[in-house]
């Protein structure tokens, strides 16, 4: 994986002389954010038990992923202090934090920042940026710079960062899915990463609520000449089914399963946005362009965008007249 190794000395140097470490990773996080920022923070504790490391997200923890080590330990945005170093983790533009109005000083050097990330329009805004777009999540990037820095890890940091591949490949079944992502899988596996624990709380363990949200989506898919499987829920959806924003995690997948579809896309209603994810398991469509029509972005396959607004149903109908059989005459056969 091409991380240039005077990145990696300069992004040691900043942790080595930060009293406090700060890692941040994005809003409505995922299993790649929350592993990441829980890996990043836990490595760091683990190599200097001196520095106070702190945790820190826009949106609370998802219920699916309190089982890792430290998950309550998040915190909202910091309370930042001068001699602190950052780490941002999995986002691919400052906005993404949705603290780049409220902490502008975490993007404009006031503070040093290294941004680890795996998202190809990634700006570069960080101190020092260990971004590589061809990984398949950034818990991968994070056992290369572990590897980089001379790290130990321990089980729960191993799970963590576990956490992150799989979820970000869709259980190692995405297209993503490398023999590097392999041999980094087999890594965290000999450094005691718990995998059944993941398996069961990722993909095994799902609220009432949350399937009956995926069962909205599910009922409201339409496919649309352009070859795309779309479905959409509101904020009447979430409230009907006592379902968080986060639930909605994973429903896409099924929607991506109808066949033949170029891309599949659900849309969903919070907070005066309207948030898009997009998908697509073929080569020639490219959803982080479609999405960056919307000012989103991500990647080749997986993409998404937000938009202030909400969604209004359009329901079109179309009447044809059937042809009409003759009746026969008596004594026809």
């Not at 001699?83 to 691919?92: E, K, N, Q, R």
């Not at 941004?115 to 398949?136: M, S, W």
């Not at 352009?226 to 904020?235: C, K, L, N, Q, W």
Request: aromatic content about 6%; some cysteine.
């Amino acid at each position: 994986m091409p991380l240039a190794s005077a990145d990696v000395s300069k992004a040691l140097s900043l942790i080595q002389k930060a009293p406090r470490v700060r890692v941040l990773c994005h809003r409505n996080p995922d299993g790649d954010a929350i592993g990441a920022l829980l890996g990043a923070g836990l490595m760091v504790e683990k190599a200097f038990p001196e520095k106070q490391i702190s945790f820190h997200c826009k949106d609370p923890v998802p219920a699916s992923f309190h089982f890792l080590p430290a998950a309550f330990r998040v915190e909202g945005p910091p309370a930042l202090q001068k001699g602190d170093a950052v780490i941002i983790v999995d986002c691919a533009t400052p906005k993404m934090t949705e603290m780049h109005e409220s902490h502008p000083e975490l993007f404009d050097k006031t503070y040093p920042v290294i941004n680890v990330d795996h998202h190809r329009d990634n700006p570069l805004y960080g101190t020092v940026n260990l971004v590589v777009p061809t990984a398949a999540s950034a818990c991968e990037i994070l056992v290369e710079i572990a590897d980089g820095f001379g790290w130990k890890m321990s089980g729960d940091i191993a799970t963590c960062l576990l956490t992150g591949v799989y979820t970000d490949t869709g259980g190692l079944l995405h297209n993503s899915t490398t023999a590097h992502v392999y041999r980094t899988v087999a890594r965290l596996l000999r450094e005691g990463a718990r995998q059944q624990a993941i398996v069961k709380a990722v993909y095994r363990n799902q609220k009432l609520s949350t399937l009956r949200l995926w069962g909205r989506v599910l009922e409201k898919i339409s496919v649309t000449a352009e070859g795309g499987a779309i479905s959409a829920v509101t904020e009447g959806d979430f409230r009907a089914t006592g379902a968080d924003y986060s639930e909605l995690t994973g429903a896409i997948d099924y929607v991506n399963a109808v066949p033949g579809m170029r891309f599949s896309m659900v849309l969903s209603e919070r907070s005066g946005l309207v948030k898009g994810s997009i998908r697509t398991l073929r080569d020639d469509v490219d959803v982080a362009e479609m999405a960056g029509k919307f000012q989103g972005g991500g990647h080749k396959r997986a993409a998404g965008f937000a938009l202030p607004g909400k969604l209004k149903p359009e329901v079109r109908w179309k009447v044809i007249e059937e042809s009409r059989k003759e009746p026969s005459a008596p004594g026809d056969t």
